[in-house]
């Protein structure tokens, strides 16, 4: 999933009339950094991706930072650095790995440590339990089947799980088709929280589809309220459509200090998996 992030500032909106020109100045405003970090209770799934905003009118990838200082501890007093791509890889610039493996406990709370040219930017998050997936299931779709949006692929996953009634649980889900992320926009966004789940997650459909002999994966995750907070408001600013009712573009609100954007997430993630046959 790519995060978008729009920072825009309207200093002169100029409105002649119906029939002539409107004149927008988007003012120049400085680069912002921009966090993103995960530590979960997987191994190799911890890391920090550190890049810097760009002006609205440039195209093109975010800019990396390379030489950020990137920490984590716990409330424990356990203490993690990271270092920018060990291994080195084309495609991982501003990634940050930790030098020495770990996996995070649930109930433990972390926070996070980035320093980018002199400027310290901080978050804070509670790993909260998970309810492991008891089954996945799968069924033809007739809609999708008669109407396909990849051809050949109308299998729907059916997820089964224990939804705990005692305390408040909110979840983001991912959907693997062949170990590769899927989804069909980049507004797409799969969260919830236990009221819109009830109960049981019983049979819940899945929103990706899948054709015979495809591997199917589920990561479900646990998520504060900030994080579910944080993923709600980005859901609504990728679903903006800029209509007369619609919002003005906000960013989403974030556990970040220092005006950094972005969202340090700290998550249990239990994962199922399962071969599609064909019926």
Not at 49 to 72: C, H, L, M, N
Not at 178 to 189: E, G
Not at 250 to 278: D, Y
Request: hydrophobic share 35%; aromatic share 14%.
């Amino acid at each position: 999933m790519r995060i978008v992030y729009i920072i825009v500032f309207f200093s002169a909106l100029i409105l002649w009339s119906c029939d002539k020109a409107v004149v927008l100045d988007l003012d120049q405003m400085p680069p912002k950094v921009v966090i993103e970090g995960l530590v979960s209770n997987q191994p190799g799934y911890q890391f920090v991706k550190v890049s810097r905003t760009v002006d609205f009118y440039e195209s093109g990838a975010t800019p990396r930072v390379s030489d950020a200082i990137v920490f984590v501890s716990d409330d424990l007093g356990n203490e993690y650095s990271f270092v920018h791509n060990p291994n080195n890889h084309a495609d991982s610039t501003g990634y940050y790995l930790p030098t020495v493996p770990f996996v995070g406990e649930p109930e433990r709370s972390y926070h996070l440590s980035v320093t980018v040219e002199g400027e310290l930017y901080e978050a804070e998050d509670k790993m909260y339990r998970i309810t492991e997936i008891d089954s996945l299931q799968y069924q033809v779709n007739e809609e999708e089947q008669e109407d396909p949006k990849e051809e050949g692929k109308f299998y729907e996953l059916l997820l089964y799980a224990k939804e705990p009634q005692e305390t408040t649980d909110y979840y983001l889900f991912k959907f693997f088709r062949n170990d590769s992320l899927k989804i069909y926009s980049p507004t797409d966004i799969y969260f919830a929280d236990d009221k819109v789940l009830g109960e049981e997650i019983n049979g819940v459909p899945s929103p990706v589809f899948y054709a015979p002999d495809d591997s199917a994966r589920v990561e479900m995750y646990s998520l504060s309220r900030v994080g579910y907070v944080f993923y709600s408001d980005l859901f609504n600013l990728l679903n903006n459509d800029g209509g007369m009712f619609s919002p003005p573009p906000a960013n989403s609100r974030t556990n970040l200090t220092n005006g950094a954007l972005g969202f340090f997430q700290v998550s249990a993630i239990t994962i199922s998996g399962i071969r599609i046959k064909e019926n």
